[in-house]
């Protein structure tokens, strides 16, 4: 059964992400809000925000937690609604039929609910392993969960983290693969070159929330020393989700517009060849038939390879800009705040 068919198949609900979302223009502000009102006193209450605990986390660490869990899902169903935006755009381009059509945008904003639990299956378990490393053995991690509330607190906070980040990404690679299939179905013009940029719009919207998140992480240095495995497995699952989020796009749209380039272009060289001969002999009638030939194999030689316009360069360039900028103005803020304070 191919790949798009089979989406018609299996029940299907709204991914629970976009579920905390509250419908209305002011649902995204909304919830990430009622996200920071609902975990920023379970952190105070626990002593987060003043106190310290095994693993080193201090009150950056709680607001790292409280930031990230309030961006993530707004992010993410902003994205999502891009997401669909770009597959409205590409709709009347594709060779789908309009049950298949509606099928894949349904899939864009539902997944089956066998899927979501496996992913949070996948979150529990890298949320245990990563507890491991900073406990050091089985034993201390045991003991977090017997211990003060701060403790408790600060074990359970990379758990919703990790959920909320491993279900956006799953579900933003799960819609990179179907525009990749989307490639392979839609109808190239060559002599309309931004017919194709939602594939870059949708690539370059998809990496938002990724590299939002990478962003964030420097907040937790703030706060003093902090265990490298407290960034660094998040750093590099989501430095790698970038990339193969971009490449799962935009390669196949490159390999089409390419192969749809060269085709085209041994076309239009077969008919100047066919009057080559006599426009060599400068037969009228043979340069008349070759001149708008020249100037087309011009316009196609120029025509673009990639499904990016200047606004998706933008886009990716300011995305891409923000993750070192953070990374620095976090290290020249706890620069200065070390030179205050240890003089």
């Given at each position: 059964m191919d790949a798009l068919e089979a989406l018609r198949d299996?029940?299907?609900?709204?991914?629970?992400?976009?579920?905390?979302?509250?419908?209305?223009?002011?649902?995204?502000?909304?919830?990430?809000?009622a996200i920071i009102v609902v975990l920023a006193p379970v952190f105070?209450?626990?002593?987060?925000?003043s106190g310290s605990f095994a693993g080193g986390g201090t009150w950056s660490t709680a607001?790292?937690?409280?930031?990230?869990?309030?961006?993530?899902?707004?992010?993410?169903?902003?994205?999502?609604?891009?997401?669909?935006?770009?597959?409205?755009?590409?709709?009347p381009r594709l060779e789908l039929e309009p049950e298949a059509a509606a099928a894949v945008r349904r899939a864009i904003r539902f997944k089956t609910s066998a899927d979501q639990l496996r992913i949070a299956a996948i979150a529990v378990a890298?949320?245990?392993?990563?507890?491991?490393?900073?406990?050091?053995?089985?034993?201390?991690?045991?003991?977090?969960?017997?211990?003060?509330?701060i403790e408790?607190?600060?074990?359970?906070?990379?758990?919703?983290?990790?959920?909320?980040?491993?279900?956006?990404?799953?579900?933003?690679?799960?819609?990179?693969r179907l525009f990749r299939l989307l490639a392979d179905r839609v109808r190239v013009d060559l002599l309309d070159p931004d017919a194709l940029t939602p594939f870059?719009?949708?690539?370059?919207?998809?990496?938002?929330?990724?590299?939002?998140?990478?962003?964030?992480?420097?907040?937790?240095?703030?706060?003093?020393?902090?265990?490298?495995?407290?960034?660094?497995?998040?750093?590099?699952?989501?430095l790698g989700a970038v990339c193969y989020l971009v490449l799962t796009v935009l390669w196949p749209v490159h390999?089409?517009?390419?192969?749809?380039?060269?085709a085209e272009l041994r076309r239009v060289q077969q008919h100047i060849d066919v009057h080559g001969e006599a426009a060599a002999a400068f037969d009228r009638e043979a340069l008349e038939a070759l001149a708008p030939l020249l100037v087309y194999r011009g316009e196609i030689a120029r025509m673009r390879e990639w499904p990016l316009d200047l606004g998706v360069l933008t886009r990716f360039g300011l995305y891409l800009f923000i993750?070192?900028?953070?990374?620095?103005?976090?290290?020249?803020?706890?620069?200065?705040?070390?030179?205050?304070i240890e003089g």
């Open positions: 299996g029940r299907r609900r709204e991914h629970w992400l976009l579920a905390l979302v509250p419908y209305g223009a002011y649902g995204r502000p909304l919830a990430a809000l105070y209450a626990s002593g987060a925000f607001t790292f937690f409280c930031l990230i869990l309030a961006y993530i899902t707004p992010v993410f169903h902003l994205i999502t609604e891009r997401t669909e935006a770009a597959f409205d755009a590409l709709a890298i949320w245990l392993l990563q507890s491991r490393l900073l406990a050091g053995s089985f034993e201390v991690m045991g003991g977090i969960f017997t211990g003060s509330a408790l607190v600060m074990a359970l906070g990379p758990l919703l983290v990790w959920l909320s980040v491993t279900a956006a990404t799953a579900a933003l690679i799960d819609n990179a870059g719009y949708m690539a370059a919207s998809s990496i938002l929330v990724l590299t939002g998140a990478i962003a964030l992480l420097p907040i937790m240095w703030l706060g003093g020393v902090v265990d490298p495995w407290t960034t660094i497995p998040g750093a590099v699952l989501l390999r089409v517009l390419r192969d749809a380039r060269h993750v070192p900028m953070t990374w620095v103005g976090a290290a020249l803020i706890e620069y200065v705040v070390g030179f205050f």
